[in-house]
């Protein structure tokens, strides 16, 4: 006991060691002092709690939160703030702050501490919620993952509205009412329960496409052991509440990374994973949601953008399946739902995505087209500058326009386009606030 | 490859008794009470608090939204558990309300308990007589888990 004792208290020594050398810069100074006092908090409690074990059960469960500790200081020792988006991050963590929140004894409402982080290729994308269990922590750490590959490639991180919702799910105050909405609107018809999907999946009516992908899945797998032996319906639940939260925080923009991220990973659209309901079907009730909602609403035919808006959604409709065994929730199913995320997320401001007038869109498009930053900045005809604050959503938005409309422009340069347009917007608000 | 393997036990239980025993002991301390490490205990609690007050104790991982997955593993993915990880900790915090707040609704007592806790953060003390309905909740709490 003593020997092993002695030698986690001197890891601990080392611990603290390595977190002063460590956290020094490449942060924004207030996030380096954040992480330095949490991390510092932990080495303390966990140090004392080894220093009074009773016995070796007690000094094996504690090293299993030093080795946790010691990886969370060099994951944070790596900032990789020059491998994302910052001005992207800047705006995610403005929704993230508001909405995933905890009661603490800090007081009500308390955000996360949020960490940033790119890595890996496009699979990567994540919103990792520190677990809420017993630990040695005192704030919970939200890890936002973004793929390194994609680091200007913002009108695609619009994505990251999906993992929100995980990480809004596991928070103790909104999990009840995210679970009742999976209870009351999603639990129907084709969702009515595990055997209700299995049956629907297995369904003589599906398409061959389909039934071929069942053929290649191990033999083992059938109707009847679908759920749970080979898929969670539960974690199927919930993805599709999350992909609901994503079109209710990023509007259109999130209907268009779904489709084209989604596709690129499973370019036939056939089939699904263990936690993934199939993607066809994930398209197509993003694609119903976004017109119950409204997003899809066109301007006058007079209008300029027009052409441009109708190029847009007729081209997210190219990723629609038209065979009705896609299509697994009903208009009234879906309009509750989302219905019930917009109760939730209007509560928690910036949150909720907000349609933007034709006029914003008129003035952010043609910028774009024009290679400039669609930002809310201009010259009126007196020649005064104009200075308007623009939702970043709706630079993404313009964006995804854009990307669709004639001439064709490369899509690297409308990202880095729109990402300037963020930053420079965060420069235009920070002016107005002055 | 790892110099050593062993399989992965649920401390929580072990954990949050811990953490209440160590509250009911600032109770009486109230400079380690106000200390910057007894903050993990305090706060540890108060989460605790929070799942039960909004019935919020899964935690089940998700992978994602791109991640690949297959059906390749040769075990089922959802594996038999005896219990989930929390049944100890739920079971003892309602023992303890039956025990120390007998008519009181779950979020009157949840309210009062996290009161309870933020005085013992920020004073070093819990103003009477909460302090002695915070100090019989977490003794019965850490007793019966």
Known sequence: MAVAQEFLLQECKNLRDLLNKTLRYKYESADSRIFYGECSARLASLEKAIGNAADLAALGQEVIYLNELANLICRLERSSISEHSWPFVHELKRIASAICTEDTLAGANTPNQIYVLADGGLDTYRIHPESRRPAYTQKRLLTIVFPKSLKHFVLLHSILGHELGHAIWRCSKHKREMRDQVEKHIKEGVFASPDATATHIYSSVAPLNEKGFLKACPASMKQGNLFPNYANWEAWCEEILCDLVGLVIFGPSFVASECELLTSMNPSMTGFGPGHPPTAWRLNYLLDGAKILGYDARPPDAHPLRADIDTFWAHLETFRSTDPWYSVFTGNQLQRALSGMKTLLSRYPPTEYLVPTFDRLQHLVPMLKRQIPPVGFGIANDGSRTRENVDFRHILFSGWITKTSQPAMPVDIINKLCEQAIMQQIAINIAESA | ?145
Do not use: C
């Open chain 2, 1 to 145: 490859m790892s110099i050593t393997s062993r399989y992965e036990v649920d401390h929580s239980s072990s954990l949050a008794k811990r953490f209440a025993g160590l509250a009911t002991s600032y109770m009486d301390d109230p400079g380690a009470a106000k200390n910057p490490d007894a903050q993990v205990p305090l706060e540890n609690l108060f989460r605790i608090l929070e799942m039960y007050r909004y019935d919020a104790f899964e935690d089940e991982e998700r992978s994602g939204v791109l991640a690949l997955e297959g059906f390749d593993s040769p075990l089922p993915i959802v594996h038999t558990e005896q219990s989930p990880w929390h049944t100890p900790i739920l079971n003892a915090l309602e023992k303890a309300r039956r025990v120390v707040f007998p008519a009181e609704t779950k979020d009157e007592v949840v309210q009062r308990l996290e009161e309870g806790l933020r005085q013992l953060s920020r004073n070093g003390r819990i103003a009477d007589p909460l302090a002695a309905h915070v100090r019989g909740f977490f003794t019965s709490f850490a007793t019966s888990i």
